[in-house]
């Protein structure tokens, strides 16, 4: 069986943000065993998984995508959405815009210390549309 929710995550600033349990809120019950996939129906912004208990992950998080894809580069050609736009491209694609993860007694099978991130690349990014498919 195949269940598909779609949902709008609250918006957020710019950054790495833990999501999971806005996630998890948005879900029906999930089966016994399954893969749960979600993915954001943006360009701009990006879904991974990481540390969930340490908040400074998340910043440094942020602080290396900058460094590794700057802003107001001479030589972008996409920049009539902003200096923020063209890099928020290239570091969704780093990323990326979909995770599989696995269900197991009715949960998600993340480790200790994992939770879901939705990266913000841009500054005013807006509630962002996620599409949930649960395979059971």
């Keep these: 069986m195949i269940q598909q929710i779609e949902f709008s995550l609250t918006a957020r600033r710019r950054g790495c943000h833990l999501?999971?349990?806005?996630?998890?809120?948005?879900?029906?019950?999930?089966?016994?065993?399954?893969?749960?996939?979600?993915?954001?129906?943006?360009?701009?912004?990006?879904?991974?998984?990481?540390?969930?208990a340490d908040p400074d992950v998340r910043t440094d998080m942020d602080k290396i995508m900058d460094d590794i894809v700057k802003e107001n580069q001479p030589w972008y050609d996409h920049t009539m959405e902003g200096p923020d736009d063209m890099p928020a491209h290239a570091k969704s694609s780093i990323f990326g815009v979909c995770l599989t993860i696995p269900i197991t007694d009715g949960r998600l099978n993340l480790g200790t210390w994992q939770g879901i991130y939705l990266c913000e690349f841009r500054n005013y990014g807006g509630a962002r549309k996620l599409v949930a498919t649960i395979y059971e």
């Design 19 to 52: 999501v999971t349990r806005e996630i998890m809120d948005k879900l029906p019950r999930l089966p016994k065993t399954g893969l749960l996939n979600i993915f954001v129906k943006h360009t701009s912004c990006a879904l991974t998984i990481n540390e969930n």
